[in-house]
Each structure stands twice: as C-alpha cells, then as structure tokens.
C-alpha cells in the first residue's frame, strides 16, 4: 500500500511568479515527513504539488518531477484525477460535506468513483471511520449531518474519508490549526497509527507537533521577500531539532526568527 | 453623530466648551436628511399597500364565490357573474411549468459555465449576453418567438409558444441566482472532493450542486414568480379561450393574465367581477410561490 | 525538464441527449480505482469530463445566441416592411398599417411617448429609491432592514398587468387634482401644456407615475447592495472626524455607491422603457401627434404592439411592427449595456 515520494528539481510557478525553487527530497514508505517553516516559504505550495491540488488555481504550473514509487505523477499519461485517488489529502479546516451523512461522508469517494454495493460500503465506513479513532463516538449516529460534529471529531471524519479510499499517500495541510489542545492530540496519536500502513507528509506551524509525530523533518524558508523559497535541509526529525546542519535551521527551531 | 451635544455645559459659557456640538447648519441638514429618507421609505409603502388593498377589497367577493376555482367560463354570458377561472389557473401554472422544464436546466448548466468552468471572452460575453437578456422587453421576447417559430417556421400559436417566451424571461434569473449561490459554496469543499481523486464534473453536480441547492430552487420559484405575471407574450402567442383546454402544444388557451386582457372590453359590471377576482387570484399564486422560495431558503446547507 | 500548463483542456462540446446520469453509472468502469498504477494515467479528462463540460459550455453559448437570434430574426422579418414603407419610418407620427399595399409607419411618436413616459418615472423613481436604500442600509436597524427590504421587493412581484388596472382605475382619478393643477397654473411650461387627450387622466403623466412605482423596486435593490457594501473603514473614518450620519453618507457612502446609482437607475429606466401591458391600459389612444406634454396620449413601441397582437397575421402589416419591436430591443440592449459598464462589476443586474 505505502508507497515512496521522491521530488527531484521541482520548481512551482504562478504564472509569473516563482513561488518555490529547485525542491529535491524522499520521503519513505510508512513513515511521517514533517514540513515546517515560517509563513509564505512554500511548504503548503510544495504539498499540494504533490497530489497536483496546485492545478485547481489558474497559471500554476511545475517543473521537475515528483515520482509516486518511481512513477511521475506528472507524466503526460497521468491524470490528476487518478493521481489523487493515489494520493490523499487532509486540509486546515475540517470540510466535511454539509449536505451529507456522516456515513455518507466517509464513502463519499468510492460513492462517486461508482462503487454501488452497499455491504462493502458499510464495511468500509466502519473500517475508515475506525481508522480515524471516531467509531466509537459516532456508530449511533451515522446517518446524522457531519456538520454536527464537533470540530476535532469533524477533522478525523476527513481523514476517515481521505484513508476511505485507500490512498497510497496521505497529505495533511495543517491539520490541526483550526483545533483545540484536546482534540489536536488526539490527531496526532491517530498520525501515529496512520502511519503503520501509510506514507504520511504533515505542514505545520507547531514545531513541537512536527517533533512529536514525525520521523524526518524539512525545514523550508524564504531567502528574501519576493524572492522563492526553498528547501534548506530536511533530515531526521531528531537531527534537526537537535543538530541542524544549517544556521537557518537552527536560528528558526530557536525562535530566532519566524 | 450627534453623541456629544448634550455635554456642552452651559455653566462654563467663558472657556470653549471640550465637547462641542456640531453647529445648527449642520445638524438642521442631518435632520432634514433623515427626515427625507424616512420619508421615501414612506412613499414607497403607499402604492404598494394601496395596490394590494384595492386587489384584495375588489377581488374578494369573486374568489370566494361557488363557481371561481372549480368552472371555467365556458358558455358564461359576458354579463353574468356564473362560472370561473381554473382554465385560466391552469393555463397559468402549465405555461410557466413548461417554461420552468426547458429553463431550469438550462439555467443551472450556463450558472455552472459561468462559475466553475468559464474563463476568458467567452464567459465574459456569455456573464454580459445575461445581463442584457434579463432587460429583454417581455413583448420584445415574445415577438421574436412569433417572428423565428410562427412565421418563419410556421408553427402555430399555442400556449408552449408562450412557454418559449417565458424561457428567455425566466433564463436570466435562474442564472443569476444559481451563479450567486454556487459562489457561496466554500472552496474547501471542491478541494477536499478533488483530493478524494473525484472529477471536477461529479465534483460539481453530487457535492456543490446539492450544497447549493435550496438557493437555486428559491430562485427558480421567484423566476416562476415573475414570469406567472407576464401578459405581453399571451397577447402575442396564443389566443384567449373561456372553456378549458389541456393541451399546451395546440388551440387556444386561457391564462389569468389573458383572462383579465379579454375581460377588459367586457363593459358590463360582471367583467370587473372577474378582472379583480383574477387579479386576486394571481397575487394569491404568486404569493404562496413567495412564501414557498423564503421557507426553501431557511434550509441552506450554507452556513453563512 | 518539461513545462505544464494546466489551463487548457479541449472542450468538446457533445450532443446532449447522454445526460448527465447515464455517464455517471459509465465511468464505474471506465474510470477504474487504477490500484496498480498501470492503468490509471490518463491524458485527457474523462468521458463525463467532457460531456459535463461540453453541456456547461453550450449552454452558455446558448444565451449568447440567444441574443443574436432575437437581433436577426427580428431585422429579417423587418427589412421586407421597411422596404415597402410609404412614411420615413424614422420621423413619421402615423402608425398605419391597414393596407399591406400602401403601409405608412414611422417611429417618431412611439418614441416620444417612449421617452417621455419611461424618464418621467426614472425622475420620479430615482430620488425616492436613493431615500429608500439608504434608509435601509443607514438609518434601519438590522433587525428590521430585511422585513423592510422584503416589504420594497414586494413591489416587484406584483404583476404589471395589476399595476395597469390600479393605475387607470384608482390611480388616475386620484391624480386628478394635481394634474389639473399642473395644467392650469404651470401650462406655460411644455411638459405640462394642455394635451391631445379631452381629458387628464390615462395621460402620459399617469403613465408615468404607475412606471415610476413598478421600477422602484429594481432601483432601490441595486442601489441598496451598493451602499450596503461601502467599506466600513470609510465609514469610521469618517464618523472618527466628527462627521453627523449624513455627513458620513456624503463623505463615504454615495461616492462608493453613485456608479451602482446609476447603473440600477438605468436598469429601471431600460424596464420602464419595455413595460407593455400597464401602459397599454394606462395610457389612452391619441388621434394627433403628441406635443410633447406629461398630458399627451398615444403608444408606446411596447404598447402599439400589444395592442395590435390580435391582427398579425399578413407578414407586411406584422413586420412593421416587428420593425418597431427591433427600435424597443436596441434601445433596450444600449440602456442595459450602458448600466452594466457603469456598475463596473460591482452589480449583477
């Protein structure tokens, strides 16, 4: 299932602008990668790359490529649609679909790549919604609006639904940003055995989540305003927090900055 | 904002006082000013409310008479006040429903254009041709039918012919409510249906399409609203008729509108009768319609 | 390295018979959960993809034609009336098109009355909606500037063909009074000069003023999204100086919202202009061309139409009024073209 991320020269632009530059890295199989960096330096822009989200905004565009286990995800022959079935995504704010279940929510992407039968779908949901440490709180009220939720158990609804599909990857862009203490932690407990079966990238702002939950860490920055940013080091999370190869690294991680 | 004028103290008339009221010319101007605009608020509530009493006070004895909702007027003699009007309530609800099947659609799929696909001339032009076609004339609409489908193809007049006509009027605000709502849905919710590896097309009819939906269906019944009222496309495209008649693709057929045209040149007292009693009729129809559009809305999926 | 755009997919507009629920149940198959990576690249979007897209598109094409057909086939079924027009169709007050063989018709009165009616009520209407909007979105409080909006909107949903009923039967004989007025201590002024109508109601001006009511609405709603947009930091700037609530509104309020103004104004002027059935019953026949007074009778081109809806049936007589269709319809599109520039985007007609 796990599957290897490898970014080689990859460069982002927005029609003109030149939002990130020259990213190379590897992120391994069932394992947590963790980007951090300050405000504006592309590490949002550079995960959303890699399951071709970017495109949804007019004028994007990537040089380089980003192979899926060797695979471009680029390639001429790859559609962005089957790229992300491959590869799944979490976002900020938990948006569940207001219209439907929370059932519903969770099979929203096998319903709607045409999957019919409705014991798979039920097992499923279970299975998902399980994953994602809610079965317990909501097996008696599957067919209730998602929107009812409290937001913690709105964002783990997400992830059910993202890990519903059986995703290769699974991409999560701030995922607790918009949570409280309580309920950031239990995502983050929910990471940890996410991983177990799947490959895992994380943007954060809480350094202190990025060193909690994940196994390597890169650390993303902006030479100048207006010029890109770039990757300036990812290593072992240990490594980073501890002994960053680079002064910029370890000026951030300090609090020197950012 | 007149927050200080109070606090000058008279007691301390040597020394500037610390807050200071504005002077007399400008206070005078503001309270003229809100006096006006008061005013025009006022003035507006008149003909409406005046409008709406004489319907009601000259409609009322007609639709509560026996007959109003259940005949027709076939075989009534102009100066009686036997028979009623459900040829005409039928005529009226046929044309717009069929107006409401080929516009609704169509309506909704141009929205969907304008919103999540169109980029570049073309949506611009197409944004543009909508908001001029919303200031069609009704007549202008209804003599283009009667020029393409009448006498240039040779169809006959009919009630769908009105139908057509009332497509072009209703058009306009069913886009124009359905782009408005579409642009309400949250981006976050095509993006977390894109990240799930879902196409942009199923993406937009099974998740925002529904998300949008009770706005959409309140605009197309304030469409319906409005186009329920038309009376140039009837006088245009299709002739009167006092009896029923169930088919809309032939004959001749009567709407509440029509029925109060024709009405018009009945010089007995009996023809008012009626005029007022459709009159009242068709506000009533339009009312529920109203209503119906504003308890749809309450249901919005949108947290705004 | 190579270069992606991810702008251009080809639009391939499709028949629209495989609507949009058929395609659902194909792509089950077609686009396959490719698990194993071998098959589920794919360069084009999908088969629904496309249909979707094509039927979106075509639709939107659709009211573009639309526009274009109204245009075309009104002017084809004018020019062979206009060919065989007797008047000049462009400064004759007759409108007489009893004879196919010697038709004599021109625009000139149609238009008079047109304008006359339609900028009356624009004059009547326009102060009274920028009261009305800005009451709503200044002085009201919010809990009641919804009801209060609802109750204007109103104004709207009652059909003209009532309007048209109310206006000659209530209306007008309570404008007696004033019109009378008019004439008798302000005759000297051309607008209010006695007309060619024996009497003073059912006139231009009573037209007027029954136009002026059914195009507040459309004004006062435009006007009102404007104003209520007006930024708020203006706003607080402006009441931060010291500035009375109307200081305010002149200061940050209609300059924000005087281009919205005027482009919901020309909305209205653009409806009053085709407004049809309450004219036709308003606004009573006239025997002599109009003097260009409020008291004059006469058609309107919406008017003059209607009312000869029942005798269409040879081409000659009927394109001449089609032709004077074609006069309403450009009028029209300029009035609306010119609110749309105007509003600059910051209005959805």
Same mark, same amino acid.
């Given at each position: ?258 | ?37 008061? %005013? &025009?608020? @006022? /003035? +507006? ?10 319907? $009601?006070?000259? !409609?009322? *004895? ?35 429903? %069929? &107006?409401? @099947? /080929? +516009? ?10 304008? $919103?999540?696909? !169109?980029? *570049? ?52 605000? $069913? ?130 | ?349």
């Amino acid at each position: 299932m796990a599957k290897r991320l490898d970014l080689k020269a990859v460069d982002i632009f927005y029609g003109d602008f030149h939002a990130v530059s020259d990213v190379n890295l590897s992120v391994s199989p069932r394992s947590v990668t963790s980007f951090i960096g300050p405000s504006g330096c592309g590490k949002s822009t550079v995960l959303r790359t890699l399951n071709r989200m970017h495109e949804e905004i007019p004028g994007a565009r990537v040089d380089g490529e980003v192979l899926l286990d060797g695979e471009d995800i680029y390639a001429r022959s790859a559609d962005a649609v089957a790229v992300r079935r491959t590869i799944g995504m979490v976002f900020q704010r938990p948006n569940p679909f207001p219209t439907m279940s929370i059932r519903d929510n969770v099979v929203a992407g096998l319903k709607l790549q045409g999957v019919r039968d409705k014991k798979k779908l039920d097992e499923v949901a279970e299975a998902s919604l399980r994953g994602a440490n809610l079965w317990k709180e909501v097996k008696d009220r599957l067919d209730k609006p998602g929107g009812g939720l409290s937001g913690g158990q709105q964002q783990r609804l997400c992830i059910a639904r993202a890990i519903a599909v059986q995703p290769d990857v699974l991409l999560m862009d701030e995922p607790c940003s918009a949570l409280d203490p309580i309920s950031t932690l239990a995502i983050e407990d929910l990471i940890g055995d996410l991983k177990k079966e799947y490959t895992i990238v994380i943007v954060t702002h809480n350094m202190q989540q990025a060193a909690r939950v994940s196994d390597q860490t890169a650390f993303f920055n902006l030479e100048a305003t207006g010029k890109p940013g770039k990757l300036v080091e990812i290593d072992d999370t240990e490594k980073i927090f501890s002994n960053p190869h680079e002064q910029a690294t370890e000026d951030y991680i300090s609090g020197r900055f950012g | 904002m007149s927050t200080a004028t109070g606090l000058s103290s008279p007691e301390r008339p040597a020394t500037t006082p610390t807050f200071q009221a504005p002077s007399t010319g400008r206070k005078i101007k503001n309270n003229l000013a809100t006096f006006l605009v008061g %005013l &025009a608020f @006022v /003035i +507006a509530l008149v003909p409406l409310v005046w409008v709406l009493a004489t319907v $009601v006070v000259r !409609g009322i *004895g007609a639709i509560l008479s026996s007959d109003w909702w259940g005949r027709s007027l076939s075989g009534v003699l102009p100066e009686s006040y036997a028979g009623g009007v459900y040829h005409a309530i039928y005529g009226t609800l046929i044309q717009a429903a %069929l &107006a409401a @099947v /080929i +516009a609704v659609p169509i309506g909704i799929l141009a929205a969907i254009y304008l $919103v999540e696909y !169109g980029r *570049g001339r073309l949506a611009k032009t197409t944004s543009f041709m909508v908001d001029i076609l919303a200031g069609v004339p009704s007549i202008v609409a209804a003599l283009f039918i009667f020029a393409a489908f009448i006498s240039i193809l040779g169809a006959e007049q009919s009630a769908f012919m009105v139908s057509l006509a009332l497509v072009l009027l209703m058009l306009p605000v $069913v886009i124009r409510n359905t782009e408005e709502m579409l642009r309400l849905v949250p981006d976050e919710l095509r993006e977390a249906a894109y990240a799930l590896g879902i196409p942009k097309w199923k993406t937009i009819l099974r998740i925002v399409l529904p998300t949008a939906l009770s706005g959409t269906v309140t605009g197309v019944m304030l469409a319906l609203a409005r186009v329920m009222g038309e009376t140039a496309p009837v006088l245009v495209l299709v002739g009167y008729s006092q009896s029923i008649n169930f088919d809309p693709f032939s004959g001749n057929m009567a709407s509440l509108p029509l029925l109060m045209f024709s009405e018009l040149s009945n010089p007995e007292p009996s023809g008012q009768f009626r005029i007022w009693g459709a009159a009242l009729t068709l506000i009533l129809i339009i009312m529920i319609l109203q209503l119906g559009a504003s308890v749809v809305s309450r249901f919005s999926a949108i947290s705004k | 390295m190579t270069e992606r755009t991810t702008a251009a997919r080809p639009r391939d507009p499709q028949d629209e018979g495989s609507a949009a629920g058929s395609a659902t149940l194909d792509t089950v198959t077609d686009t396959d959960p490719g698990r194993g990576g071998t098959d589920r690249g794919k360069a084009t979007p999908g088969r629904g993809e496309r249909i979707f897209r094509g039927l979106t598109s075509g639709s939107g094409l659709l009211v573009v034609a639309a526009i274009a057909a109204i245009g075309l086939f009104l002017l084809v079924q004018a020019v062979p009336s206009l060919l065989a027009d007797n008047a000049n169709f462009l400064t004759s007050p007759v409108f007489d098109t009893r004879d196919p063989a010697n038709l004599n018709f021109g625009i000139r009165d149609l238009l008079v009355v047109t304008l006359l009616s339609s900028l009356f009520a624009l004059v009547l209407a326009m102060p009274i909606a920028l009261g009305i909007a800005l009451f709503l979105t200044q002085y009201a409080p919010k809990r009641v500037a919804r009801p209060f909006a609802y109750v204007i909107d109103l104004l709207a949903a009652v059909p003209s063909i009532i309007y048209g009923l109310w206006g000659i039967a209530v209306l007008a004989p309570a404008l007696l009074p004033i019109a009378t007025f008019l004439r008798d201590d302000l005759g000297w002024f051309f607008l209010f000069a006695p007309g060619n109508l024996p009497v003073l109601t059912g006139t231009i001006f009573t037209g007027g003023v029954v136009l002026a009511v059914m195009i507040l609405p459309i004004i006062t709603a435009v006007t009102r999204e404007v104003f209520s947009q007006a930024p708020r930091f203006h706003i607080e700037a402006a009441q931060a100086l010291g500035a009375t609530r109307w200081e305010v509104i002149r200061m940050a309020v209609l300059p924000y919202g005087r281009s919205g103004y005027i482009a919901g104004s020309m909305l209205g002027l653009g409806r009053a202009l085709g407004e049809t059935i309450a004219v036709l019953i308003v606004i009573r026949a006239a025997t002599t061309p109009s003097g260009f007074s409020l008291f004059d009778g006469g058609y309107t081109f919406a008017s003059l139409i209607a009312s000869a809806a029942s005798e269409f049936s040879q081409p000659l007589p009927t394109g001449a009024y089609i032709a004077a269709g074609l006069v309403l319809f450009v009028l029209t599109f300029v009035v609306n073209a010119i609110a749309r520039v105007v509003a600059g985007g910051k209005v959805n007609g």
